[in-house]
Every structure is written in C-alpha cells, then in structure tokens.
C-alpha cells in the first residue's frame, strides 16, 4: 500500500469514525434538537437509540484489526445510514445546509472503504 493511500485511509477514517461517534452520542443521550429533528422527519425518537448505537458499534467495527467481514456490514451500515439520511431530507424539502453532514459522512465512508488497506479487506488483492 503507497503511503499516500494509508494517509488517505486514516485520515478519512479518523474523520469518519469522529463524526459517527459524535453524532452516535447526540442520538443516543436524545438531545432536544435531536428529538425534534426526528419528528420533523417523521421518525420515532426510540429510532434515536438504534440508530446511534449503530454508529458506535460500527466505529467500533472499522478501527478493530481483523474482522473484514464486519468491517464490510459495517461501512454497509454507514452508508445506508447516509444515504437514508440524504433521502428523508430531500423527502421533507430541507434546506440545503441539512443535507452537508450526512453527506460529508457518506463520502468519508465510500473514502475510507475504498482506501482501505488489504488486511482490512474481505478480499484481498
């Protein structure tokens, strides 16, 4: 792997698995802005919970050693995460500034994904 690729790698991941963590704990402690985000989408504040528990759980997943298969249903995760997050915001018409989170989120985690080192991934190559 070049070192430009590994410096690639961490740097998207460390940003990735920052704002998964963060975002993961605002859910999961149920901030009132959180809360109130959830009902304008048309979600259920328990959604909260899973959703952040996912995030952790999949940080988690990806900065182990080992495990590429988890790694995979992990960025899997991430990814239908954003994506699902992009769609309900287009689904409700926000505003373009709702849309910037899950969306640097999701290209962090196609990043990381791709970038990946080979011991990381499920095939090597």
Known sequence: MKKRDKIIYWV???????????????????????VQKMNTLGYPSYFLTIIGVWKI????????????????????????????????????????VEYFGPALLLVLTVVSWYFRPADRKLINS
């Open 57 to 96: 759980l999949g940080v988690i997943a990806v900065l182990i050693p080992k495990f590429p298969l988890v790694k995979e249903w992990a960025y899997a995760g991430f990814f239908f995460l954003m994506s699902g997050a992009i769609f309900t915001h287009l689904a409700v018409a926000d505003e373009a």
């Open 12 to 34: 998207a991941t460390i940003w990735l698995s920052l704002g998964m963590v963060s975002t993961g704990i605002v859910q999961l402690i149920q901030m009132e802005e959180e």
